[in-house]
């Protein structure tokens, strides 16, 4: 059974760079689209980033378009989001899940989830 877990988040000041990590146990993840989550304190979460099992990006969240990019290295079974010139409107708990193959917007389509780092971004 695919599990994820999350890591990399901090405290980091305005500007500062950030690489979230989402390492896949007990199951390859060449088969899946890895997207990344985050919600903040009083809002839904909305995914911002995602990578198809074959390499496709799709980005969601126009703020982070030129700040943040996603990877993945299906050898160590992990995806990245390296996440450049932070924002304090950036700060939230990040959060990775999978679906089958394809992205989607359709948060309902991904499982499992991982448990969440927190990002905060704060001078």
């Known amino acids: ?4 877990v999350e890591s990399g988040g901090g405290l980091v000041q305005p500007g500062g760079s950030l690489r ?6 007990g199951f390859p993840l060449k088969t ?11 809002k839904e979460r909305e995914e911002v980033l995602c990578i198809s099992s074959s390499g496709g990006i799709t980005n969601y ?4 378009e030129g700040r943040f ?28 899940a999978a679906t089958e193959w394809l992205c989607t917007a359709i948060v309902s389509q991904f499982g499992p989830w991982g448990q969440g780092t927190q990002v905060t971004v704060s001078s």
């Not at 979230?20 to 146990?25: E, H, Y």
């Not at 899946?32 to 009083?42: D, E, N």
């Not at 969240?61 to 982070?64: H, R």
């Open 32 to 42: 899946y689209a890895i997207g990344w989550f985050r919600q903040a304190p009083g």
């Open 69 to 96: 990019t996603i990877s993945r290295d299906n050898a160590k079974n992990t995806v990245y989001l390296q996440m450049n010139s932070l924002k304090p409107e950036d700060t939230a708990v990040y959060y990775c």
């Open 1 to 4: 059974q695919l599990q994820l």
């Open 61 to 64: 969240v126009d703020s982070v």
């Open 20 to 25: 979230l990590s989402c390492a896949a146990s």
